[in-house]
Antibody
Framework: QVHLVESGGGVVQPGRSLRLTCAGS????????IHWVRQPPGKGLEWVSV????????FYADSVKGRFTVSRDNSKNTLYLQINRLRTDDTAVYYC????????WGQGVLVTVSS | QSVLTQPPSVSAAPGQTVTISCAGD????????VSWYQQVPGTAPKLLIY???RRPSGIPDRFSGSKSGTSATLVITGLQAGDEADYYC???????????FGGGTKLTVL
């Protein structure tokens, strides 16, 4: 049974920072890539970032490049998304999803950027 | 504007068949595997099809996928009320070095 749980969301003012966490259980965490995908309210899915199984390769969507940083600690079965200089258009539910086909997803965490 | 193009909505009666298209180009759909996801509003997406036409364990064979050139297709047969959801195609784009999704298709079961 594969299980991913996101945390760290909330209401944040524009320009501030936030760190999201994705905790994995029931899986061999260090054997697959993990993606971050977000969904603004009422809109479709938007791919954000991916980190390889060992953390050596990372890719970001242009809309977040330079502001978002993905990292992972396989010893803790945990993935992180550091979000800096938050903007109102970063408001979304953020999901972590595992392996290249996005076979398993967390429940999502809401980030609201508002003054 | 999504990199992959899907129809915004489709509809059909229970028991009928619907198809949802996903159009891309040679840097994404044309070269790489496509996945399909089902999302019931308020819940996380769920993988329906991967590697163009493979179903994860537990996905009924009413759901099938195919790909031809730079387009992929999801087919749902024997429609049920519980199939009402949003459906997304997704893949990687090697020119962008990004994951890409379609804009989503809302399925209504009449």
């Amino acid at each position: 049974q594969v299980h991913l749980v996101e945390s760290g969301g909330g209401v944040v003012q524009p320009g501030r920072s936030l760190r999201l966490t994705c905790a994995g259980s029931g899986i061999t965490f260090n054997t697959f890539a993990i993606h971050w995908v977000r969904q603004p309210p009422g809109k479709g899915l938007e791919w954000v970032s991916v980190i390889s199984y060992d953390g050596s390769n990372k890719f970001y969507a242009d809309s977040v490049k330079g502001r978002f940083t993905v990292s992972r600690d396989n010893s803790k079965n945990t993935l992180y998304l550091q979000i800096n200089r938050l903007r109102t258009d970063d408001t979304a539910v953020y999901y972590c999803a595992g392996n290249d086909s996005l076979s398993f997803w967390g429940q999502g965490v809401l980030v609201t950027v508002s003054s | 504007q999504s990199v992959l193009t899907q129809p915004p909505s489709v509809s059909a009666a229970p028991g009928q068949t619907v198809t949802i298209s996903c159009a891309g180009d040679s840097s994404n759909v044309g070269s790489l595997f496509v996945s399909w996801y089902q999302q019931v509003p308020g819940t996380a997406p769920k993988l329906l099809i991967y590697d163009n036409n493979r179903r994860p364990s537990g996905i009924p064979d009413r759901f099938s996928g195919s790909k031809s050139g730079t387009s992929a297709t999801l087919v749902i047969t024997g429609l049920q009320a519980g199939d009402e959801a949003d459906y997304y195609c997704g893949t990687w784009d090697f020119n962008l070095s990004d994951g890409v999704f379609g804009g989503g298709t809302k399925l209504t079961v009449l």
